[in-house]
């Protein structure tokens, strides 16, 4: 079956330690996203790649990073700089040409210690 | 530029409906929605492209006007199963990452 797979599940960062997402998908997508989820506040949007070695910066990229070696993976770096890091963290990819239509991950829970 | 999306919840008895709606203040390609339950991932429902068209999914359907740039979803008959937070995704270009509301809870009780 085709789809994104996000892991860890859960995920815990101690004071001043970098920690990195993983986001994998078998979909063949060009376009993959990370977002961010608070209470109330909806998905926003932390880097995207539209095509592998390219990415750019979404609306809340301070303290995050991200690379795209490959087409079916975009992993997410939290760095020790993000500050207020406890969030949900989806990862979403989409077929370019189309629709845009995303299809997410199960996301990550981060908490810090 | 995020859409605003009314009402913020809302609660249901089985079988009433409710509509949610999707606004934004730029020209829009296309508004996607998404239902997401407690801790799991948006799951797609429905999207509309410009034009005005509406298109429907078991009974849960949605319009575009193009000219207030809004978006409706209109749940019926509402099931236990619809419980959930309702998000719509803007999309100016069609190439470009969505711009999520901040969603509208959805509580249907019995």
């Known amino acids: 079956d085709g789809g994104i797979t996000q892991s860890p599940k859960y995920l815990f960062r101690k004071e001043g330690q970098n920690v990195t997402l993983s986001c994998e998908q078998n979909?063949?997508?060009?376009?993959m996203y990370w977002y961010r989820q608070d209470p109330g506040q909806g998905l926003r949007l932390i880097y995207y790649?539209?095509?592998?070695?390219?990415?750019q910066k979404g609306d809340i990229a301070e303290g995050y990073s991200v690379s795209r070696e490959k087409k079916e993976s975009f992993p997410l770096t939290v760095t020790s700089a993000q500050k207020n890091p406890t969030a949900f963290y989806l990862c979403?990819?989409?077929?370019?040409?189309?629709?845009?239509?995303?299809?997410f991950g199960a996301g990550t829970r981060l908490s810090v210690l | 530029q995020q859409p605003v999306q009314s009402p913020q919840a809302v609660i249901l008895r089985e079988g009433e409906d409710a509509v949610i709606n999707c606004s934004s203040s730029?020209?829009?390609?296309?508004v996607h929605w998404y239902r997401q339950k407690h801790g799991e991932a948006p799951v797609f429902l429905m999207i509309?492209?410009?034009?005005?068209e509406q298109k429907g999914h078991e009974k849960i359907s949605a319009s575009f006007n193009e000219k207030k740039q809004q978006s409706s979803l209109y749940l019926t008959a509402s099931q236990l199963s619809y419980s959930g937070t309702y998000f719509c995704g803007t999309d100016r270009s069609g190439n470009t990452p969505l711009v999520f509301g901040k969603g509208t809870r959805l509580s249907v009780i019995a």
């Open positions: 979403a990819s989409s077929q370019q040409g189309g629709k845009n239509i995303q299809y």
């Open positions: 730029k020209a829009l390609y296309s």
């Open positions: 509309l492209l410009k034009g005005g």
């Open positions: 790649s539209q095509i592998v070695n390219d990415f």
């Open positions: 979909l063949n997508h060009d376009a």
